[in-house]
Nanobody, 120 residues
Framework: VQLQASGGGLVQAGGSLRLSCVAS??????????MGWYRQAPGKQRELVAS???????NYADSVKGRFTISRDNAKNTVYLQMNSLKPEDTAVYYC?????????????WGQGTQVTVSS
């Protein structure tokens, strides 16, 4: 499994960005347990930003609720993260994640990360 993330960049506070993550090496993301986005700011631990299950159930960190939206295009094996009303505290490296496998024995796959910088 390979995950290719893109879409990061430099944006002013209040602006928007859309991250994309394309999964390859698998037939389809339709049956994948979940895909999501994590982020890691300098000096901080990696944290979950948003995730979406195969059934379409979404989960968001409290800090991004109402501003970020995760979605998936199964035909393109792609997951998106639409980020609106960005704040300087959203600055981090954003990583795409794919989690799959039997319950209790899931495997995590990670993309290379894409930098998001929000200026004040």
């Amino acid at each position: 499994v390979q995950l290719q993330a893109s879409g990061g960049g430099l944006v002013q506070a209040g602006g928007s960005l859309r991250l994309s993550c394309v999964a390859s090496g698998i037939r389809s993301i339709v049956s994948i347990n979940a895909m999501g986005w994590y982020r890691q700011a300098p000096g901080k631990q990696r944290e979950l930003v948003a995730s979406i299950t195969s059934g379409g159930r979404t989960n968001y960190a409290d800090s991004v609720k109402g501003r970020f939206t995760i979605s998936r295009d199964n035909a393109k094996n792609t997951v998106y993260l639409q980020m609106n009303s960005l704040k300087p505290e959203d600055t981090a490296v954003y990583y795409c994640n794919l989690r799959d496998g039997p319950l209790g024995h899931e495997l995590d796959f990670w993309g290379q990360g894409t930098q998001v910088t929000v200026s004040s």
